[in-house]
């Protein structure tokens, strides 16, 4: 997708990409290749293929959630950044949170944040399981892109969910099903999911969108096998 067509397919989305945010993208995307010959961050390298697998899949979100109402968002597992650095460039108010269980990859991150000038970003290098113990409560959006099972995602992601706001697996064309069980354990219900096709035949995609409805009792997060062995 070069950069016409990103900001034409970006705009059906309801986005008017500006200069400034195809400035961002580009050095965005020089960092990325930079640093890729240096640490493992992304497989794909083609700038169109970044443009399109990377950077427009990831402002696919908007599809299910509406930025203008996020103030605080935590993307576990984001990698090289995605989906979180994308959003920030073209939602700069929202507080981002990017937890990585890889050391190199916030490094990168925070190279990233400097290189682009984005503030308002917190770097986490911990696991999610770890970093859900102390911050209960904390986001009005989290998101995992291509990082573990939805249900699993789910169990660490929730319990920092505020009351009432979000979660967005982003997933490809499988493992969209939440038991009941797991999702009444924590107080969440799916309200979407919103399959689409990425464009140019790019790929199937699953946005599973969930909200927290109630307290959460279980004291730390536990992998949903052991809470099906250990009923709470
Ligand atoms: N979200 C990015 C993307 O879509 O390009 C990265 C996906 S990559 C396949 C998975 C990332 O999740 C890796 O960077 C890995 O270190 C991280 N990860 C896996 N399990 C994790 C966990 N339990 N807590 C935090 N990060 C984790």
Redesign the pocket.
Known sequence: MNIEEFKSEVGRLGIAVTDREIDLLERYYELLIEYNEKINLTAITDKQEVFLKHFYDSLTLVRVIDFNEIESMCD?????G?PGIVIKIFYPNVKLTL????NK?INFLNVVSESLGLEGITLVHA???EYAKDNREKFDLVTA????KTSTLLEYSMPIVKKNKYFVAMKGHDDTEVSPNCLNVLSSKVLKVDSFELPKGAGFRNLVLVQRIGDISLKYPRRYADMKKKPL
């Open positions: 576990i597992g984001t990698g090289a995605f937890v990585d269980a890889l990859r696991r999610a399981e892109r291509a990082v573990a």
